[in-house]
């Protein structure tokens, strides 16, 4: 079975081809991030109309790509939020047009679960085996998201945490503002991290102890207080903030996941969202985590990132279960995973 699967949530036209819920055939991804870089954030009316510009020729490149004609793909899935609703309405009404001229069913996906759901990814550089076992924990991270998730069954969650104020992603992006690192922050500052000392500052960590939310506003702020106090300006300096900040942020993720997964007793925790591209995080999760004998799933990092292949992924599962939506399906920007 091949679902061709459209993804415009934020600021990536993303389109793919993929068989059997696993196998990628195809997956575009066009980023709109230079057009972003210089607002220093997502513009959304900039975003929906690049959406526009390219979704066409995204999917044209994602059929081609995958040597597929429009009459061989068998349904069509579409992430119909959480997300910017202006760019949400280009990749759901461009699929409800290939599903009503095709006449094969449309699948609106949750974005949230699409994160998910790229841990069951067929791909010759993933760690991921290819079905993970249930119940396991999966820690959402990105740009918007910040949550510890049991995942329990298909299409069967439970939140068992969540930020209260910024996502960690988007801690990573205004601390890098605010140092004038440039944008997206996380990146630049996973690499300038890499030059600096992460115990140069005890930066605080936010609600450590307790249950499983998440504030990271608080450690943003604390890096504004040192570095005015400070004034670094120097390359040194800033590389050891940015390695001291990463160091916070990193160690509430990781304490707080795999507390879940004992709480939970899950033998598996599963990585998600753009964050997830974190290398601190990924050798961090995984040491703590061999320590208590747990498994660690992590996507590559084309997979962690905003992509139509995990919707494709996730809407295979709900056509498994015969959960199909109607071409009524609407874009909903603050769409909830349960
Ligand atoms: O999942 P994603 O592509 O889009 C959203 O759904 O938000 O995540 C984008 C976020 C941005 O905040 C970006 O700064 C962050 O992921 N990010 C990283 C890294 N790569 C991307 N954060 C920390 N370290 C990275 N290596
Ligand atoms: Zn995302």
């Known amino acids: 079975m091949k679902i061709l699967a459209i993804e415009t949530s934020c600021d990536e036209t993303s389109a793919a081809v993929v068989k059997d819920g696993a196998e990628v055939l195809s997956n575009i991804v066009a980023s709109q991030v230079e057009f972003h870089k210089k ?54 009404c461009a699929a409800k047009a ?39 924990i999966c820690l959402i991270v990105s740009g918007g998201h910040t949550m510890i998730v049991l995942v329990k069954d298909h299409g069967k969650f439970q939140v068992l945490g969540r930020t209260r104020d910024d996502a960690a992603g988007e801690a990573f992006d205004k ?19 890499r030059e600096g000392d992460p115990k140069a500052i005890r930066f605080t960590r936010p609600m450590l102890g307790q249950g499983y939310d998440f504030s990271f506003s608080g450690i943003k702020t ?9 004034k670094a300006d120097s390359g040194k300096q800033t590389a050891d903030v940015g390695a001291s900040f990463q160091q916070a942020v990193v160690d ?35 040491q703590k985590a061999k320590k208590e004998k747990m498994k660690v799933l992590i996507p590559p990092v084309w997979l962690c990132t905003d992509n139509a292949a995990m919707v494709a992924c ?22 909830r995973l349960v």
């Open 314 to 335: 996730a809407g295979y599962h709900h056509l498994q279960q015969g959960r199909i939506s109607d071409l009524c399906l609407r874009a909903v920007a603050s769409l």
């Open 98 to 136: 290939i599903a009503y001229s095709q006449n094969i069913p449309l699948i609106g996906v949750n974005h949230l679960e699409a994160h998910i759901y790229s841990n069951f990814i067929k791909t010759p550089q993933s760690t991921s085996p290819l079905v993970p076992q249930f119940p396991f």
């Open 175 to 193: 601390v890098a503002r605010f140092l004038k690192l440039g944008y997206p922050g996380g990146p630049i500052i996973d690499k300038l991290a």
């Open 222 to 230: 604390a890096v504004v207080n040192y570095v005015s106090k400070q």
């Open 252 to 286: 509430v993720l990781v304490e707080k996941t795999v507390r879940a997964a004992q709480d939970f007793n899950c033998a598996t925790i599963a990585l998600a969202g753009g964050v997830s591209a974190n290398s601190l995080l990924r050798k961090d999760l995984e």
């Open 39 to 92: 607002y220093g954030g997502i513009v959304p009316e900039i975003a929906s109309r690049k959406h526009i510009e390219v979704i066409n020729p995204i999917i044209q490149d994602a059929l081609d790509q995958a040597k597929t004609k429009l009459k061989d793909i068998d349904a069509v899935a579409v992430t119909y939020g959480p997300g910017l609703v202006g760019s949400l309405l280009v990749g759901i």
